[in-house]
């Protein structure tokens, strides 16, 4: 391993110590993450990974300009207008490790796309994230990160309409019904699961904190570790919902579901994110030890999250489930407001200050991008301390009943306000924003065009 591989975790490999640690794997998956964050790409030969760390592997750019049914989004100008030209897939340094869950185990790989003439490409996700990391990196400042998830286990079958329905429990073998927030009885009930979940992370160098039984039945929250290194957090997010999807359909037969909103009547998945800031010294530059609203950096980072809240929300919200999360009092936000250890606010400033001082951006889905959320939010914070912004007074008490939102809480309205950028464009690049904006508007477009169930329901034989 080189220095950089070894730099970004110990718990990486090397071509030669996945042979001589695992001599029956065989293959190796070469994953990109797309732009709905989907990993695509390809399985090789293990005696091919050597090669392709040397040289890299081509596929085309066009995977960036896919919708979430895999489809081509011509409008992009990737696909046949460009011959559907190919870039180079260079592997992440330090991301080969082995996939345990599988039998025989598999080796793994992340890429990242270049043009052919080894720049980066402007629509892959890493490279919209590392255009706001090079603005700190200018400023002399280091963000720190910390990602939450949130996601159901279902049961495999569907109900009688075909929709989702919880698990039986695997202790009383009655389906599960209750919230059961925090519950313990039902984190013993699931261990064999999340122990599971653990040692493959640890094998796949995945600093993985702990789960928590969230607000609904069969709901979970997964945290990872804070890093000051944002693009390896966002590498580790992406591949923390592989194996949890992965871990328990081959393995406990379970469905593992990010989508935000899978039922109706309960809570959804949310995919918060802490973040703070370190100066050149490694100073915490948001440290406060009582009162937030005192704290400069903090207050002018909290308004630039505020103000480019409503055009960040097609990221933070970018698919039609995504809106269904935004109901007053579900504890996904609908406000820009900000308050110190407030869950109803959409920015939050956690409870323990001093070194740990920070703020817990609550809108986005579980659904959303790691890179594209890591963009959106860095881009907001450097905005607001360079501008010096200030921000709205702390909001104390239930921030739905006092303060009214101003976000765009529809598909339709987060891509006009997505459009209307004026202040991302100039963060994640013009040619990414005007891809991604493509993107959601063909999938807008195609979803609007179904007749769904409930319309046959109403309005076929009573109109």
Known sequence: MNETEQSRSGSYYSAQE???????????????????????????????????????????????????????????????????????????????????????????????????????????????????LERFRADGLKPVI?????????????????????????????????????????????APFLAEIGRASTAQGIPSEGAVKEYAPGQFEINLAHTDDPMLGCDQTVMLKRLIRDVASRRHNYTATFMPKPYPQHSGNGMHIHVSVLDQDGNNIFYCDNDPEQQPKLRQAVAGLAETMAESMLIFAPNANSYRRFREGSYAPTNTAWGYNNRTTGLRVPATLGDASRIEHRLAGADTNPYLLAAAVLAGIHHGITNQLEPEPITEGNAYKLVKSNLPLTWGEAMKAFAAAKVLPGYLGEAFVKMFHDIKHQEHKQFNAEVTALEYEWYLRNV
């Open 18 to 132: 996945i042979l001589n640690r695992y001599p029956e794997i065989k293959t190796a998956e070469l994953l990109i993450c797309d732009t709905n964050g989907v990993l695509r790409g390809k399985r090789a030969d293990i005696q091919t990974v050597d090669k392709v760390m040397e040289s890299g592997m081509n596929l085309p750019l066009s995977v960036f300009a896919l919708d979430i049914s895999g489809e081509t989004v011509e409008e992009t100008g990737l696909g046949m207008d460009s011959g559907d030209a190919d870039g180079i897939c260079r592997v992440v340094p330090g991301s080969l490790t082995v996939v345990p869950w599988r039998s025989p185990p598999r080796a793994q790989l992340q890429l990242t796309m270049t043009n052919m003439d080894g720049t980066p490409f402007y629509g892959d996700p890493r490279s919209v994230l590392n255009r706001v």
């Open 146 to 190: 910390a990602l939450e998830m949130e996601f159901y286990l279902l049961d495999r079958d569907r109900d009688a309409q075909g929709k989702p329905q919880p698990l039986f429990s695997p202790v009383t073998g009655e389906r599960l019904s209750c919230s059961q927030v925090y519950s313990i009885v039902e984190l013993e009930d699931y």
